[in-house]
């Protein structure tokens, strides 16, 4: 029996300078991930000007099924996610962002609470190491 596709899906804007960093955190989830799942990885390019879409296309050089959706215009956060699960195949979605505020690590933590039953997992952040004046511009915004 084929094992589940599981596809991680990354929202990127001129993240050309992140990509590679975020890559070297993600390859060792995607190695324990790969020995239960097929492993897709699929980046939703939100209209970049920068070099986001070669630096994506270096990383199938080393992790051949990445996956690069690249939007026309700028449709915002949210609407490339939604074109992203509209798009790409899989059994399993896992959403994370390449600026490594959440860590890639926790992909691996949400695939275990998924192995235990839990058909929806998510993150929730509780608290920020950042300034009480930082912290409370957030609520304020």
């Not at 955190?25 to 799942?37: A, F, I, M, T």
């Not at 070099?51 to 959706?69: D, F, G, M, S």
Request: aromatic share 10%.
């Amino acid at each position: 029996m084929e094992p589940r596709r599981l596809t991680i899906l990354c929202p990127v804007r001129n993240e050309e300078t992140v990509i590679p960093l975020f890559f070297r955190r993600l390859r060792p989830v995607l190695d324990k991930l790969s020995e239960r799942y097929l492993v897709d990885l699929v980046f939703l390019d939100n209209a970049s000007t920068d070099r986001t879409a070669q630096e994506i296309l270096k990383i199938r050089e080393e992790w051949p099924p990445t996956y690069l959706i690249t939007m026309s215009k700028n449709v915002g956060y949210h609407a490339s996610l939604e074109c992203g699960l509209r798009y790409a195949t899989g059994d399993l979605f896992a959403f994370i962002d390449v600026d490594c505020e959440d860590p890639p690590e926790m992909i691996l933590e949400f695939a275990a609470k998924h192995e235990e039953g839990h058909d929806i997992v998510y993150g929730e952040r509780v608290d920020r190491e950042e300034s009480s004046l930082m912290k409370n511009a957030r609520k304020l915004f």
